[in-house]
């Protein structure tokens, strides 16, 4: 481990606050491997006090993935792999806000994202993070055994009727964008660096199972997306200016809560490229 490095945890589920780096001055391969780890220990790390500029953001993000661009909402000037996301004071709905892991109905989902905040309002505007290895194996043996059969389908039609700010932008895309996405994943996927098995199913995006109609997926799914979410697979973050929080998308799920109305929160976000789910 990177000889400063300290690696706390905030909850007893998942989320462990890192000191002792500066991530604007780059890290060697101790410290990064490091953080790293910590990322797949914790599925949630969170840094505070990293003042970072555009390039430095984007070299942090570098050194932990590949980022790309997101699908539906056009980058910074100069940085196309950085998003704003931002509520504005007159505005009452938020960006992403239901539990959800990031686009779940693209073929390869992204491995995970990097949020660094900009502003943050007075009180309010935390954001929840839930363990999907823990919420897969609560579940029974039986119940166990008959998700592993089972593909979901995920599609962003569904997230239009759950109204995330996310997911509305795409409306905002370009002409010949696609009005829609839809992709087959398994409801539980094996995590391809540390073998475990996570629930891969979340209320935003999942609509149905593969063979099944909407109406025979939803009793299963409902208590599903209910269990996926109880308080003892949770932790909880309160931003502060110039924090980070850095998440593995293929096993958590996150909720930004939309409880600071009148006030403006801006943060910039990095995704990191994943793989098809297995």
């Not at 990322?39 to 390039?55: A, E, G, K, N, Y």
């Not at 994202?113 to 290895?133: H, K, W």
Request: glycine share 8%; net charge neutral; proline share 6%.
């Amino acid at each position: 481990m990177g000889a400063d490095i300290q690696v706390r945890k905030i909850a007893g589920a998942l989320g462990a606050e890192i000191s002792g780096v500066d991530l604007g001055r780059g890290m060697d391969e101790a410290t990064r491997q490091a953080v790293r780890q910590a990322l797949l220990d914790h599925l949630v790390i969170f840094f505070r006090d990293q003042d970072l500029s555009p390039d430095q953001f984007l070299a942090f993000a570098r050194a932990m993935g590949r980022p790309v661009e997101y699908p539906f909402v056009k980058g910074l000037a100069g940085y196309p792999e950085i998003i704003e996301v931002l509520k504005r004071e007159h505005e009452t709905v938020n960006f992403g806000g239901i539990w959800h892991s990031d686009t779940t109905y693209l073929e390869e989902p992204p491995m995970g994202s990097i949020l660094l905040a900009r502003e943050v309002p007075p009180y309010g505007g935390d954001t929840l993070f839930a363990n999907q290895y823990l919420a897969y194996e609560t579940l029974s043996p039986g119940m166990r055994r008959m998700l592993d059969g089972l593909v979901g389908i995920s599609t962003s039609a569904k997230a239009d009727v759950s109204k995330t700010r996310e997911d509305r932008l795409k409306d905002n895309a370009a002409p010949d964008a696609r009005q829609s996405y839809e992709a087959e994943h398994p409801a539980v996927r094996t995590h391809p660096e540390t073998g475990r098995k996570a629930l891969f199913v979340n209320v935003a995006h999942t609509a149905r199972f593969k063979d099944m109609t909407e109406a025979e997926s939803q009793p299963l799914l409902r208590f599903l997306h209910e269990h996926q979410v109880r308080p003892e697979f949770t932790c909880r973050f309160a931003w502060q200016r110039h924090s980070i929080a850095f998440w593995d998308n293929r096993a958590a799920q996150h909720n930004p809560i939309n409880d600071y109305h009148g006030h403006r929160r801006l943060m910039h976000r990095i995704t990191l490229a994943g793989d098809r789910p297995r």
